[in-house]
């Protein structure tokens, strides 16, 4: 069985990961989507709220599974038997990082492999910092996430 971790922040999801959820998912047999436990970043939406949003996002996807991790990746690859860490990549910036985590991870691990899946290109602009700062300002991210972070993100900064 193919399985493969998905990690990420998804702080918030955007539609540029659900594009690499949803092609990931149709060439693996299972891709755990792995949300990130930062206890140094204080996100806009707690590691709980990030986790139920993907699920519910998610859902329609059988062989997809949503968790939070803490630690090194390569560790939780490992924990869930996972031989394979999809990235996506908006644009050739992208890349370079990506590159250097592909081989710091193949020299920790080098067991799991690192397949790069790059967005549909009217994603490529959208990244989560970029979708929260134009929420900030009271401005739509309409078409940038899906509705039912939209309508979280609204609530969020309303209150702010």
Same mark, same amino acid.
């Given at each position: ?10 702080? $918030?999801?955007?539609? #540029?990961?659900?594009? /690499?959820? =949803? *092609?990931? %998912? ?12 930062? $206890?140094?970043?204080? #996100?806009?939406?707690? /590691?709980? =709220? *990030?986790? %139920? ?20 990746? /390569? ?86």
């Amino acid at each position: 069985m193919n399985i493969a971790v998905y990690p990420g922040s998804f702080d $918030p999801t955007t539609n #540029g990961h659900l594009d /690499v959820i =949803e *092609r990931a %998912a149709k060439i693996v047999d299972k891709l755990i989507v792995g949300v990130l436990i930062n $206890p140094s970043k204080h #996100g806009l939406f707690s /590691v709980e =709220e *990030r986790v %139920a949003q993907l699920k519910e996002l998610t859902k329609a996807l059988p062989n997809v599974e949503v968790r939070s991790f803490s630690g090194l990746l /390569v560790d939780f690859a490992r924990s869930v038997d996972a031989r394979i860490v999809i990235r996506g990549l908006r644009a050739v910036t992208d890349f370079e990082y990506e590159f250097q985590m592909a081989l710091t991870n193949r020299s920790l691990a080098d067991e799991i492999e690192t397949l790069f899946i790059p967005t549909s290109a009217h994603y490529m602009y959208v990244s989560s910092s970029m979708v929260k700062e134009v929420a900030s300002f009271g401005k739509s991210v309409e078409g940038m996430v899906p509705e039912s972070i939209q309508k979280q993100m609204d609530e969020k900064f309303k209150k702010a």
